[in-house]
Structures are given as C-alpha cells and as structure tokens.
C-alpha cells in the first residue's frame, strides 16, 4: 500500500501548487494591484496626460496650466466629444524622482497619446525616451536648453527657447533701423547667457553690430561704470538680457547719466506690474513676452473673453500656454482619427495654426511661432507687435 500514499501525497502537492499559482496570480491586472485582489477590468483610456507639479513650490505654475488646458477642453473639446473628463492628471510636486513612476503610468497604462509637463528640463529629459517609444508627444513650457534625441524625438516646447527670444529681438531691432546695439548680461545667468548668444549671431546675420558687450553680477546694485562701459561707443539699443530687478535699476541710472537710447528688456520682466522708468528724449523701452491679452488674433480675444467669464479673471501667460496645449491635442487627435493615425506624428505636421499665444508650427523640439514685444507707455506695457520665431 506504501505505493498508494505515495500518489496521494503527490495529489495532494500538486493541487496545493495549482492553488498557490492561482493565488499568486491574482491582481496582476494592473499595477498597483494587491495580491488576492480580483484581477481589474480593464481601466477607460485618457486621450492627454497631465504631468505637472500641483503641490510644492511651483504648484501655481501647474495649476494655470491645467486652467488653461482645462477651459480649452469645456470650450472646444465638446463639438468633438472631448471633455474633462478624458485627463489623467499626476502631480510630481518637488520631487523630479516622482516623475518616471507617474510617466510610466501615464504612457504605459493608460496609454495616453497626449502628454503636458513636465515644466522642469530635467523632468523632460527623465520621460524622452519613454515617450519616444510610445509615441507619445509631449508638450512643455520649459524655455531652458534640453539634452533630447537629435531624431524622433515626441516633445515639442509650447513657447520659444531663451536663444529664439534673442534671435527675435535681433529682427526687431533691424526692423526698428537699429544698427548698433550694447548687450547686458547677467554673468550667473544661462538664460541671460543664452539670449545674448542668439541676438548677437542673428544680428550679425542682418548686417547689425554688437557694439560691446558687458556683464554684472545678479545682485548688483551699482551700475554706474556698466552704462559708461556700454553707451561709450552710443549704440541705438541696449539689449538687457537679465532680470527685472537689475534691468529696472539700469534704467534708472541711464536716465540720471542722460544716456537716452532706446532698450530691450527680457521675458525675466514682469511686463504685468508698472514699470517705475520711462527713458524719455523719443527712446522706447521694449519688452518680450509669451503672451499679451492686448494681441489682436481672434482667438486670442475669444480666450481672453471667455477665459474671464468662467473664470472672473483675466488669463496669464501660464494658462494661455496651457489652452494652447489642449487646441493642439484636439486638433492633433482629431485629425489621427479621421486619419487613422498616430497623434504624434499629426503634431509633428503641423502647420499654420493659431493659438491665443500666437502662431504655432511644429519644427524640431518646438511649436512656437511667434514672440509678442511690448512696449513701455505712461508705466504699462502695451502691446506693440509679433515677431516670427527663426
């Protein structure tokens, strides 16, 4: 009989190893699941991924940009049955290592073809590869130099980068018969840094001089020898590259030294607040922006105007970058389906479109267009003109 145990007691290890597999293979229908748990149905898809920071220190920058993309899903979404509801919003706060866990979830589970943020160039550079082999197309504010794939790259900026605003200012300048320019910048600054850069070459490009070239410190508050320095050889413009606090001093110790020429100033500025200078002698005081609610583009006045009335107050440049993103997902998504095809690569073609910040056309790691300068009047900026991005 010593055979007859023997198989009970393999039938009876062999049923306690088909129980333990089934049991282990329990809630592995999706992650995060529980061992024991019933494997999940199968969640509904998200046509855009939000990736921002919504807590922490830069909780006000995700939050206008949800706004936005939010007001662009209730005001255009629902003719194409797109509607808040079809987000998945993750909050990566302060901390950047959060970011491959959420971008996992996003493009992996729930598959979305869409994605807004990362806002930090690091967090951009962390999901590239990612997204690159999800196809999915990413959509950031950043304006700072990112370390991204040379082909098939899937992000795109929403607005032009600290050497295009240089490059634009440049064209500006030679439009306003400008011919000789002093640039200021901030020597602890890449983007001041940046900017220099690619107003001098572009420039050059149009037959413009840089006459000289001067740098200070961010935190300086003496800038007396800086504007003997820069107006010795009296240029038309001087090109502040830095911040708004510097710049406003610069200014004012322009005018107390009579150097009257005309100046641009940087998207550092806060062109929202007054500006406490006014050069005076016929000089103007220039400054780039993002996005200007004086700008005359229809869709621009129709996202102010309904912006406002749901929201009771006037939109940034935060939530018009983030409303633009939600136009270019639907535009993009819409077009796929009627395509049959893959959201990214109709990001990737597009051409001549318009959105409250301007024109935008997709061109390798941007989709800006354009680069609205305002100019100084009685305090206020107001808007004066848009210059294409080159």
Do not use: N
Request: proline content about 4%.
């Amino acid at each position: 009989m010593t055979w007859r145990k023997a198989l009970r007691t393999i039938g009876v290890c062999v049923l306690v190893m088909l129980l333990t597999g089934m049991v282990g293979c329990r809630g592995r229908g999706r992650p995060g699941g529980e061992e024991g748990d019933e494997a999940a149905p199968p969640a509904p898809k998200a046509l855009i991924g939000v990736l921002l920071p919504l807590s922490g220190e830069s909780k006000s920058q995700g939050e206008a940009l949800v706004a936005g993309l939010k007001h662009a899903l209730r005001h255009k979404g629902a003719a194409l049955g797109i509607a808040e509801a079809s987000l998945e919003i993750k909050d990566y706060g302060d901390s950047l290592a959060d970011i491959p866990a959420h971008a996992r979830y996003l493009l992996e589970w729930q598959d979305v073809p869409v994605l807004l943020g990362p806002i930090a160039p690091r967090g951009v550079e962390m999901i590239e590869e990612l997204a690159r082999q999800r196809k999915t197309a990413v959509l950031t504010t950043t304006s700072v130099p990112m370390k991204l794939s040379v082909v098939e790259s899937t992000v795109w900026r929403l607005t032009f980068d600290d050497e295009q605003e240089g490059r634009a200012l440049a064209d500006f300048a030679v439009a306003k018969r400008f011919r000789g320019a002093a640039v200021v910048v901030d020597s602890k600054s890449p983007s001041s840094e940046m900017r220099a850069k690619g107003f001098g070459e572009r420039f050059a490009e149009l037959g413009g001089t840089v006459l000289s070239q001067v740098s200070y410190v961010s935190g300086e508050t003496d800038f007396r020898r800086l504007i003997r320095m820069a107006a010795e050889r009296k240029p038309d413009v001087l090109y502040l590259t830095g911040g708004g606090a510097e710049s406003t001093a610069i200014v004012q110790e322009m005018k107390r030294q009579g150097v009257f020429g005309s100046v641009f100033g940087s998207t550092d500025w806060d062109t929202d607040a007054r500006f406490p200078v006014e050069v005076g002698a016929g000089a103007g005081v220039y400054a780039p922006c993002r996005f200007h609610r004086g700008r005359s583009s229809m869709v621009t006045i129709e996202f102010v105007k309904t912006f406002k009335e749901a929201t009771g107050h006037d939109p940034g440049a935060l939530e018009a970058l983030g409303y633009d993103a939600g136009l270019v997902a639907l535009e993009a998504v819409s077009r796929a389906k009627e395509r049959g095809s893959v959201v990214a690569d109709e990001i990737a073609g597009l051409k001549l479109f318009t959105g409250a910040t301007g024109r935008l056309a997709a061109r390798r790691w941007s989709l800006a267009g354009e680069v609205v300068v305002l100019r100084l009047r009685e305090g206020s900026f107001v808007f004066e003109t848009s210059v294409e991005v080159k």
